[in-house]
């Protein structure tokens, strides 16, 4: 059972905006940033979103992420049928001196 | 630009010790701004965090780990290095390496090796 909690499925139709919640606690989310992860089928986690609302170069603005106190969420809006794939949040946990990784979520783009 | 790759077994037996290695090309290991992390996703499952290493060899683990684990560096072949010991069949998995930037205003894996399956068998 991972620490952090994500709904295990999302969907949603092309142009559509979906979000994706993260739910942890004070020694986490509550106290360092979230970052995103998305995971193509097939292939490696790449980062999505770091320090709850920023895009690494080259990741379009439809993605965005927000937090707010133990939880945080992440926007896809025009949906595209290339979104479709696993959504991770993650965070430090101060409390186990490490990384914890939600548990996942699958976006369908149906 | 900088690429992570990791090599190793494909196949460890039940109780033996689980090694791989991730080389670092394109760029040095021995940056203040980075540590050096594996992570792991059993067959059909989430991501879960194994430890970090810093260039100057010091370490943190996953504490659900930490007995068994163990993280390297060798800066001069720039590659970082992984041993897990006493492997049963819920420690098969795609194994990744990856860059963690420690930055104030960013601490993230931003960098991830393609991955490599290891499956515990006999």
């Known amino acids: 059972q991972s620490v952090m909690t994500q709904p295990p499925s999302a969907s949603g139709t092309p142009g559509q905006r979906v979000t994706i919640s993260c739910a942890g606690s004070n020694s986490n989310i509550g106290s360092n940033a979230v970052n995103w992860y998305q995971q193509l089928p097939g292939t490696a986690p790449k980062l999505l979103i770091y320090s709850e609302n920023q895009r690494p170069s080259g990741v379009p603005d439809r993605f965005s992420g927000s937090k707010s106190g133990t939880s945080a969420s992440l926007a896809i809006s025009g949906l595209q049928s290339e979104d479709e794939a696993d959504y991770y949040c993650a965070a430090w946990d101060d409390s186990l001196n490490g990384v914890v990784f939600g548990g996942g979520t699958k976006l369908t783009v149906l | 630009q900088v690429q992570l790759q990791e090599s190793g077994p494909g196949l460890v037996k039940p109780s033996e010790t689980l090694s791989l290695t991730c080389t670092v090309s394109?760029?040095?290991?021995?940056?203040?701004?980075?540590?050096w992390g594996w992570i792991r996703q059993p067959p059909g499952k989430g991501l879960e965090w194994i430890g970090n290493v810093y260039y100057s060899g010091s370490t943190t683990y996953n504490p659900s780990l930490q007995s068994r684990v163990s993280l390297s560096v060798n800066p001069s072949k720039s590659q970082f290095s992984l041993k897990l010991t006493s492997v049963t069949a819920a420690d098969t998995a795609v194994y990744f390496c990856?860059?963690?930037?420690?930055?104030?205003?960013?601490?993230?894996?931003?960098?991830w090796g393609q991955g490599t399956l290891v499956r515990v068998s006999s």
């Open positions: 394109g760029g040095s290991i021995s940056s203040s701004s980075y540590y």
């Open positions: 990856a860059r963690r930037v420690d930055l104030r205003q960013q601490k993230a894996f931003d960098l």
